[in-house]
């Protein structure tokens, strides 16, 4: 099992009462996916907050980073890297900004 760290935007940390990151424990890989599967079921006002519950795919205006890197578009089922396994970087979902 794995500790790892979870930064959510303003908005989302409000409604699940929480004030800053996340300790979330996961087994086997540490995937968005996973995390997100032990995030709802730990904070289940989150469930259709950040991932469609039908598709399961990331919602538009969400995005996810790790280690500088955006992997947004990497998919759901993506090993995060190490760095975010083994605890010393967070897992990030943060609000995207749009407009013109």
């Known amino acids: 099992m794995k500790a790892i760290r979870v ?11 929480l004030s800053g990151e996340v300790m979330l424990e996961i087994e086997g890989p ?9 995030l709802e079921a730990r904070f ?8 469609d519950q039908q598709t399961r795919e990331r919602r538009a205006f969400l995005r996810f980073f790790a ?15 190490e760095a ?10 943060i609000g995207a900004v749009a407009g013109g």
Do not use: K, N, Q, Y
Request: hydrophobic fraction near 45%; glycine fraction near 10%; charged fraction near 25%.
């Open 30 to 38: 540490v995937t968005p996916s996973a995390v997100l599967d032990v």
């Open 44 to 51: 289940p006002m989150l469930r259709g907050t950040i991932r």
């Open 67 to 81: 280690c500088e890197e955006d992997l947004s578009f990497a998919g759901m089922d993506v090993v995060l890297p």
């Open 7 to 17: 930064e959510l935007p303003g908005h989302l940390r409000t409604l699940a009462g």
């Open 84 to 93: 975010v396994v083994e605890g010393r970087e967070a897992f990030l979902v």
